[in-house]
């Protein structure tokens, strides 16, 4: 087992180095100077050198990617253009907020879609299982920006029962957990759980209908288990599959937040990246996606480090 | 041992029974989605979403481009506009109308492109194997290390706003993923005893490929790339949602979702209306691709 975990660690490097490289690239391939943005218009030449100089942008690529990536390493990122800040500070302030949505959307995605799911596949091409699939299309189908704005419609400015924008009455930034501040989540939670409810409804639909099939359960049958007894069993089997499946949807969640923090006005990385492009703020951007990637290869090595622990029958080899 | 045998056999004959030449793969799969009523629904709405992107100039009831102060967010009905007007004071109907022409086409395209450059680079990873396909894959992990929202965002937002940075960056975001599922199927191909025996026979890799290998790999590559559309559809309003596609005037619907997300207080059904169409459309292309999955009974 700890060599199982050493290996998928070292692995994991190669690819947590390719990934810094695609976001050191990303301030490369856009267009126009890096530098046009903070120089003043009539600089002199000079002033241009020294700036080049100052930024590092006149030494060659690898000795530029190796500077940053090892500044990254310990935790700085550079500095916003646009607010002066380091990026580290801003971004970790915003993943927070991001990490909180994402987890109550999954969870809430997890618990609608694993109930969905194990109904559909329990009572497999009856009119439950059909529906069940229905929604589990509409699901995946949805263009959830979309659904954000239909549900802000409906309860905040047709029924007004919940705040459209924001997160939390006293702007962005004190979070409690109390009504007062969990209203503001709630539209945007339930909106995010859409996309992870098809997907995970979809998964366990299949898994269980799979197990069903299997002989162990005509087994458990011909012994007189009750329903519940064969129900825990079919628990069991599917539980480290949906698992697996929920935390690899959180990493989406957690990357593909921008639209819907866009539509809510949530405070988190989705907001700090919309923002980021549109001053142009490469710096902030790079630092954004950069956290957002390094967060999702890890949770990806989670995933499966935690899978195969509970999982007996997948090989660790 | 008599060695006088007469061998008076009976002339070969050149009749042949006629045999019924067995259908081909691909007319049962178009028989079983003909069966498929979701199938022939889906492929109903897309055909008629097609027809409308092409004649879109001819069908619009008035200039999609035509702006007026007075008639701006006008209700569901109103005298003249079907769909009401948009924040401008456009026709929605006829901006619906014209916006079915850049919506599928920045859904579309990006798959299209990867598909033919991703099922190559998967297909020459997986015939090559050993150090090639080490190389390609590790480096297809990359980009598969990222969410693909995240990745196609982090592209277009530092190419710029642009139909054509959008298309590129969607482009990048589905050539890993295609790549993956033609390199998985590949390999599993290369290792049949009929690639064996062509290798064997002498038949260069190019001509093993060729005959051997494509008619094995591109369907189930295929059916993967269709169940991508939808979520470049999604995708490629997204980018326009957030500004970073398709620009003002043209009509795209993600784009016209943004300039009417003002407008959600005074003209909530109106401002909806963008967004039905993505979904409808995306709703299509994903019951199409399921049915053309069991269709070709490819396992997912």
């Known amino acids: ?317 | 041992m008599n060695t006088n045998v007469s061998l008076t056999l009976p002339a070969p004959t050149a009749k042949v029974e006629a045999i019924e030449r067995s259908p081909g793969f691909w007319s049962g799969v178009i028989a079983k989605l003909m069966r498929d009523p979701v199938a022939l629904g889906a492929c109903a709405v897309l055909f008629a979403l097609i027809l409308i992107a092409v004649f879109a100039h001819q069908l619009v009831p008035s200039d999609p481009y035509q702006t007026s102060m007075i008639k701006r967010l006008k209700p569901i009905g109103f005298d003249g506009f079907p769909l009401g007007t948009d924040e401008l004071g456009r026709d929605m109907l006829s901006r619906l109308m014209l916006g079915t022409r850049l919506s599928l086409f920045m859904g579309i395209t990006p798959v299209l492109i990867a598909f033919v450059i991703g099922s190559g680079i998967g297909i020459l990873a997986g015939y090559a194997g050993g150090l090639i396909n080490t190389l390609i894959m590790r480096t297809i992990d990359i980009l598969y290390a990222f969410p693909s929202v995240l990745l196609a965002i982090a592209l277009s937002g530092a190419l710029g706003a642009g139909i054509g940075n959008a298309l590129l960056s969607l482009t990048i975001v589905f050539i890993p993923q295609i790549a993956r599922v033609a390199e998985s199927v590949t390999t599993q191909v290369r290792g049949r005893d009929y690639v064996e025996a062509a290798r064997a026979s002498g038949a260069r890799p190019f001509t093993i490929v060729r005959v051997h290998v494509l008619g094995n790999v591109l369907g189930p590559i295929f059916v993967f790339a269709t169940s991508l559309i939808a979520v470049s559809m999604i995708l490629a309003s997204g980018l326009s949602f957030l500004g970073l596609g398709v620009r003002p005037p043209e009509p795209e619907w993600g784009l016209m979702l943004n300039t009417l997300r003002t407008a959600i207080y005074t003209q909530p059904w109106v401002a909806a209306l963008p967004g039905v169409m993505i979904f409808i459309t995306s709703i299509s292309f994903n019951l199409l691709s399921d049915s053309l999955r069991s269709a070709m009974d490819v396992k997912s």
């Open chain 1, 1 to 317: 087992m700890i060599f199982y975990l050493l290996r998928r660690i070292v692995y994991t490097i190669p690819i947590m180095i390719g990934v810094a490289f695609f976001c050191f690239l990303l301030v490369h391939i856009s267009p126009g100077d890096p530098l046009v943005s903070i120089l003043p218009p009539d600089a002199s030449i000079e002033l241009q050198k020294q700036l080049m100089r100052l930024y590092g942008f006149d030494r060659p690529w690898y000795e530029q990617f190796a500077t940053w990536f090892w500044r990254a390493l310990n935790g700085d990122l550079g500095t916003s253009i646009a607010s002066g800040r380091p990026v580290a500070t801003e971004v970790m302030r915003a993943v927070g907020n991001t990490l909180m949505l994402s987890c109550m959307a999954t969870l809430i995605g997890f618990l609608f879609g694993g109930l969905f799911g194990f109904v559909a596949g329990y009572f497999r091409d009856s009119w439950v299982d059909r529906v069940a699939s229905a929604f589990s299309v509409l699901g995946v189908s949805v263009p959830h920006y979309w659904l954000g704005m239909v549900l802000v419609i409906i309860f905040s400015s047709w029924l007004m029962w919940l705040p459209a924008t924001g997160a939390g009455p006293g702007g962005s930034g004190e979070w409690a957990w109390d009504w007062a501040h969990i209203q503001f989540m709630v539209l945007p939670a339930i909106t995010m759980s859409v996309i992870p409810m098809g997907i995970i409804a979809r998964t366990v639909r299949a898994l269980v209908a799979d197990i069903l099939a299997q002989e162990f359960v005509v087994g458990l049958r011909a012994k007189g288990l009750t329903d519940l007894g064969i129900f825990l069993h079919v628990v069991k089997n599917a539980a480290p599959t949906a698992l697996a499946v929920m935390g690899l949807q959180l990493g989406y969640l957690l990357g593909g937040s921008i639209l819907i923090e866009t539509v809510f006005s949530w405070p988190g990385t989705g907001f700090l990246l919309n923002s980021a492009i549109f001053q142009r703020d490469l710096p902030l951007l790079q630092g954004t996606i950069l956290v957002l990637a390094t967060f999702f290869v890890v949770l990806n090595l989670l995933v499966d480090v935690l899978q195969t622990t509970l999982d007996p029958r997948i090989q660790r080899s």
